[in-house]
């Protein structure tokens, strides 16, 4: 079983930066792993922000996410990370983390980042 674990969630201002981890509990990633993360706003759908592969590293963003995110991962920390900049509060949404495995998808519980005006 493979368990995404995300952290960093918080309450922010306008305009500030937040980065959101992704762990797998109680395991490691592997070199066919893609890690993709997500959002659902409040009443929203989820929707997807960007891919990364866990061996090559190569990434793909949805297109109105770029610019302001930047999806990384660390070999030696066996970490994924999400890096956002300008937050604004339609940024406000529980953002989850997804591991693809072998054609299985494995999600997170997600974490609330909420910023303020």
């Known amino acids: 079983q493979v368990q995404p674990a995300e952290s960093g969630g918080g309450v922010v201002q306008a305009g500030d930066s937040l980065t959101l981890s992704c762990s797998v509990s109680?395991?490691?990633?592997?070199?066919?792993?893609?890690v993709a993360w997500y959002r659902q706003a409040p009443g929203k759908e989820r929707e997807v922000i960007g891919t990364?592969?866990?061996?090559?590293?190569?990434?793909n963003y949805a297109d109105s996410m770029r610019g302001r995110f930047t999806i990384y991962r660390n070999y030696h920390e066996n970490r994924a990370w999400l890096h956002m900049n300008g937050l604004e509060p339609k940024d406000t949404a529980i953002y989850y983390c997804?591991?693809?495995?072998?054609?299985?998808?494995?999600w997170g519980q997600g974490t609330q980042v909420t910023v303020s005006s």
């Open positions: 997804n591991i693809q495995r072998e054609s299985v998808e494995y």
């Open positions: 990364i592969t866990w061996d090559a590293g190569s990434r």
């Open positions: 109680g395991g490691t990633f592997v070199g066919d792993d893609m």
